[in-house]
């Protein structure tokens, strides 16, 4: 999904351009982990996930980032690991966010389970 948003660099260096207001319209992947349901033929099923999420992305589109409670910046790893805590609780199964301010710069933050190791 895609969302727009206002935002300003606090802690930016004093005379850095990204201390005043600007926008991006950011992308963002919510990956879950879950059992293959067999009758369905699959693990969540994305509409639900979309409600769940649903608060937290009325309160990211379209409005200023800068201006959001528990938000410590909006350099985009502070607000990857905002939107885990946000979403956490709601979507259990969630266990990576990928998040990109402009096309290919942006966040992966990943917290489940790693895999079996591959034979070198």
Not at 71 to 100: C, E, F, G, M
Request: hydrophobic share 40%; charged share 20%.
């Amino acid at each position: 999904m895609t969302f727009d948003s206002a935002m300003q660099l606090q802690y930016a260096p004093e005379g850095d351009c990204r201390r005043r207001i600007h926008g991006h319209t950011y992308t963002l992947r919510l990956h879950l982990h879950a059992q293959l349901d067999q009758v369905m033929g699959w693990t969540v099923d994305f509409g639900n996930v979309k409600q769940l999420f649903d608060p937290i992305f009325k309160r990211l589109d379209h409005h200023p980032l800068h201006e959001m409670p528990g938000l410590v910046d909006t350099d985009i790893a502070s607000l990857v690991r905002w939107i885990k805590d946000q979403a956490s609780p709601l979507l259990p199964h969630l266990d990576r966010i990928d998040l990109y301010e402009t096309r290919g710069c942006g966040a992966i933050l990943s917290w489940g389970e790693i895999g079996p190791a591959l034979p070198i």
